[in-house]
């Protein structure tokens, strides 16, 4: 029954991931920094769905924790280190894309500035998620002992110092430049729709069409991607400063629901995004072609 499950929901995923990348990636007229932001994300995404959430699956159905300490361990550091890093570059993404609005869709990062910013986005997250290997808080079981991350129940100096410090510098100021961006973002495309209205700038305005539908599909997912992190955040801060007896069910269900974003995020994007849409279709005509002229 676990295989089939895999085999039907897993796998799925898998594929779909691997199309966007494959689209992204041999498609050079989608290599802009917008494209290259998603497609590191997805990469990341596509790890977790990959290594985490047939464990997490399993562990649920078998209603236990399947593996040892040490899976504990490096199942809780894969994830935060995706956790981490994936919110910093979706407050990248809500910078780029405000900064190019702002700019009248002048200014573009090159592939080496973008590059550059996703690799501090990975170093931090990197160290968020290897400090508790080192001694600085630990990793352990949450909710109903199904699914691990760093510890949130104890109350001594060295667990406390570090939730407080992750709560400031992963979860308050991603989340606050992510807030603030979008909604200046938002205002931004309403008043240059009001000038792009008044002039024929017939080039100008096809451009600032195509990244308006852009900006309000990340700007989407973005705001999906904070919603469903919000949860899990406060969970885990009441855990750690108010109350660590919490019910097991309410202490699974933010944190699957936190890591749905690794399917649900990339899966949006390619619904938003037509030019994507009709790459995949394309790639699924061209494979199919093959496949009848193989068995002809």
């Known amino acids: 029954m676990e295989n089939e499950y895999f085999n039907d929901n897993i796998v799925p995923v898998v594929e779909c991931y691997k199309l966007k990348i494959i689209s992204l990636y041999l498609f050079r007229r989608f290599r802009n920094s917008l494209n ?23 562990s649920n159905f078998k209603c236990r924790w399947i593996l040892k300490d040490l899976g504990c ?7 935060y280190f995706i956790g981490c890093t994936s919110i910093y570059i979706m407050a990248l993404i809500s910078l780029e894309r405000y900064f190019m609005i702002y700019n009248s869709l002048k200014t ?37 002992l199904t699914s691990c991350s760093v510890e949130w129940n104890e109350r001594n100096f060295n667990v406390l110092s570090y ?14 430049i992510i807030v603030i961006t979008n909604f200046k973002l938002i205002k931004l495309i ?22 308006r539908k852009a900006t309000f599909s990340m700007i989407l997912i973005t705001i999906g991607f904070v919603i469903s992190w919000i949860p899990y955040a406060l969970v885990s801060l009441y855990r750690a400063f108010v109350d660590h007896k919490v019910p097991p069910l309410m202490g699974t269900i933010p944190s699957m629901f936190a890591k749905s974003t690794l399917l649900w995020t990339s899966l949006l994007y390619i ?3 037509r030019k994507i849409r009709v790459i995949i279709k394309g790639f699924f005509i061209r ?7 193989y068995y002809y």
């Open 36 to 58: 290259i932001y998603i497609l590191s994300l997805t990469c990341f995404n596509l790890i977790g769905t990959f290594v985490e959430l047939p464990i997490t699956i399993v």
């Open 271 to 273: 619904y938003s995004n």
């Open 108 to 144: 573009k990062l090159n592939s080496n500035q973008v590059l550059f910013s996703i690799l501090i986005c990975v170093i931090l997250g990197f160290i968020w998620a290897f400090l508790p290997l080192v001694g600085w808080s630990h990793y352990s079981l949450e909710g109903a």
């Open 287 to 293: 494979r199919n072609t093959k496949e009848k002229y």
């Open 163 to 176: 939730n407080v410090t992750i709560f400031i510098t992963v979860f308050f100021i991603p989340i606050l």
């Open 190 to 211: 309403k008043d240059l729709k009001r000038v792009y209205k008044k002039f024929d700038f017939v080039y100008l305005k096809k451009k600032f069409n195509a990244e």
């Open 73 to 79: 361990v490096i199942s809780g550091f894969l994830m």
